[in-house]
């Protein structure tokens, strides 16, 4: 399941990883609730159970997005968020070189972080590779129910990990144990397999094109030839970018 992400710069030395997305709900709202709201945007992925209090929906990503109307993980947690009111998190890691995340509280948006915005597929080759959005660490925290793991997530987020021998999972690995989330999420690249850490296959509900069961998987594999080469609305719209720093040739 691991696929070159189409726009990434994936022909830079370093490790290339995984690339996966999932939407992380609160469970307030049954499994039920969920997979409804996700059907109605033909969404394609799993969801498992509820665990650890919350209910998680991976994303058949490939690179791509994740549902109609051109919704990439985070446009599918902004829904989630607006539908249910509750609280939700989007996490997007790319080939192992980027990972974003997005929170939201009733409805409303916290906040948006990005490892590295150039990364970003698409993205301009002036934009700066450092880290962006980690002072929204206390209000993922606290969304999250550990307000006291703000400092040290901020730290996390903040860090800029060396490419050529760090991959982004390891980063996310820190981020859901302090903020006590399903840890097994770092392996959803291998679903539908069976996780050794996270739920059996047969506990998922697997949705294709919004579709569940034989329909779903005939339905989901021909939408997801098209998702796959569909690029997702940009994570951060207006990342920083060299531009912005350049030395007027007159102070030379």
């Known amino acids: 399941m691991t696929v070159p992400l189409s726009g990434a710069n994936s022909d830079v030395g370093g490790p290339i990883g995984h690339t996966y997305g999932a939407v992380l709900v609160r469970a307030d709202h049954a499994v039920s609730d969920v997979v409804a709201a996700l059907r109605g945007i033909r969404f394609s992925g799993w969801v498992a159970p509820a665990d650890q209090g919350w209910i998680v929906a991976v994303a058949r990503l490939g690179g791509g997005t994740a549902a109609a109307g051109r919704r990439g993980i ?80 901020a730290e996390v987020l903040g860090e800029e990990l060396d490419s050529d021998s760090v991959y982004e999972s390891e980063r996310l690995a820190q981020v859901l144990r302090l903020l006590g989330l399903p840890t097994w999420l770092v392996a959803a690249a291998a679903l539908p397999r069976d996780l050794p850490t996270g739920p059996r296959s047969r506990d998922l509900v697997r949705l294709g094109a919004g579709m569940p069961g034989f329909a779903g998987r005939f339905l989901g594999g021909a939408v997801h030839v098209v998702r796959r080469r569909t690029t997702p609305p940009p994570v951060i719209a207006d990342p920083p970018t060299s531009a912005g720093f350049a030395i007027d040739p007159w102070l030379l």
Request: aromatic residues 4%.
């Open 74 to 153: 985070v446009e599918v947690g902004a829904l989630l968020a607006a539908e249910l009111a509750t609280t939700v998190l989007a996490v997007r890691v790319l080939l192992d070189r980027q990972l974003v995340l997005a929170a939201w509280s009733a409805g409303d948006e916290l906040g948006r972080y990005s490892s590295d915005p150039s990364r970003e597929p698409g993205a301009d080759e002036t934009v700066l590779t450092d880290p962006l959005g980690e002072e929204y660490a206390e209000a993922f925290a606290a969304a999250c129910g550990r307000p006291d793991a703000a400092e040290e997530l």
